[in-house]
């Protein structure tokens, strides 16, 4: 089985400071992804990484694939509390079967 | 902005009742996926299905599951005999091109099974 393992679960920060989230695998993945999902709705995509070492900037979020496709980093710069939520990070394995972490609840306050 | 509809949204069944819930995928996307959230978990893989037929299923998605694309629209999730240990958020996702490309959710169907 594939696991995603993400960290940390939860994230209390204040307004301005910087976070990293995780996800790490044994596994090799086609390619992943990170999502951010509100309560009681489904998944909203941020981003798909494909290659080794990628690096893709959204405003404020960094996201990196790992070089090995088996980890993946989402950075936050300068945290605002619209930022609170639900970051899910999902890896494809084969290209046609997702595995999904945990999660990372994160609050910003301000 | 297309998107990805669910029906119903709410559904209250009876243990060993048969449900089928309902997904309109993005017109154009022509790889579908069903997943489930039981409440206070992660959000776990069922199936993937493209041409008409599985391309991958869970060890969750056993004989009480069943998908089907009846018409050119719709995308179905039939459970069987429900179980208690059914009640959970289903999602339905389609994307455009498989795995490297954009999955888009749908808002969910929250099944409770009495």
């Known amino acids: 089985t594939q696991l995603l393992e993400q960290s940390p679960q939860f994230l209390s920060i204040q307004e301005g400071e910087n976070l990293t989230v995780y996800c790490n695998s044994s596994s090799v993945f086609s390619s992943l992804q990170w999502y951010r999902q509100e309560p009681g709705e489904g998944p909203v995509l941020l981003v798909t990484v494909v290659t080794g070492g990628e690096v893709k900037k959204l405003k404020r979020l960094t996201f990196q694939f790992g070089d090995a496709r088996k980890d993946s980093s989402l950075h936050i710069t300068a945290a605002q509390p619209g930022d609170t939520g639900l970051y899910l990070c999902?890896?494809?394995?084969?290209?046609?079967?997702?595995?999904f972490g945990s999660g990372t609840k994160l609050n910003v306050k301000p | 902005e297309p998107e990805v509809t669910q029906t119903p949204s709410h559904q209250v069944t009876q243990m060993g009742q048969e449900v089928i819930l309902r997904c309109v995928p993005i017109s154009n996307h022509l790889y579908f996926y069903w997943y489930r959230q039981i409440l206070g978990q992660k959000v776990e893989f069922l199936v993937s299905f493209y041409n008409n037929e599985i391309s991958e299923k869970s060890e969750i998605f056993d004989d009480q599951f069943s998908v089907e694309r009846p018409d050119g629209s719709n995308f179905t999730l039939k459970i069987r005999s429900t179980k208690l240990e059914d009640s959970a958020m289903y999602f339905c996702?389609?994307?455009?091109?498989?795995?490297?490309?954009?999955?888009?959710f749908g808002p969910g169907t929250r099944l409770l099974v009495l």
């Open positions: 999902a890896g494809a394995y084969n290209f046609n079967k997702f595995y």
């Open positions: 996702a389609s994307s455009e091109v498989i795995g490297q490309e954009t999955q888009y």
